[in-house]
């Protein structure tokens, strides 16, 4: 399984950026996408999740009515749409998949697979 997440940059508060995430060596629809994100010296923190099959949605709150998770079957490919960006969002993002749902979606630890991160600066 390789995730391949790409999209990141340098962008001024305000601004949107969209991150992208392709996936490939596993079954897409049945599974289910995550974003974590990590800033320097803090701990990889939950974003945002899909389900598989129905797409049902999960946010952090750092980041609910700002962002917005969305997937394409058909391409394999998971997003991240990010709007309103603030500094405290500058982080490395990764995207994340499991095979299904589980419960514990927001740690990291119950996701199977993992991208190597994209780095988001957001500056003042």
């Known amino acids: 399984v390789q995730l391949q997440a790409y999209g990141g940059g340098l962008v001024q508060a305000g601004d949107s950026l969209k991150l992208s995430c392709t996936a490939s060596g596993l079954t897409f629809f049945r599974s289910s996408g995550g974003w974590f994100r990590q800033a320097p010296g803090k701990e990889r923190e939950f974003v945002a999740a899909?389900?598989?099959?129905?797409?049902?949605?999960r946010y952090s709150d750092s980041v609910k009515g700002r962002f917005t998770i969305s997937r394409d079957n058909a391409k394999n490919t998971l997003y991240l749409q990010m709007s309103s960006l603030k500094p405290e969002d500058t982080a490395v993002y990764y995207c994340?998949?499991?095979?299904?749902?589980?419960?514990?979606?927001?740690?990291?630890?119950?996701?199977?697979?993992w991208g190597e991160g994209t780095q988001v600066t957001v500056s003042s």
């Open positions: 899909i389900r598989e099959m129905n797409g049902a949605t």
């Open positions: 994340a998949a499991r095979n299904n749902w589980h419960v514990h979606y927001y740690d990291a630890q119950y996701w199977n697979y």
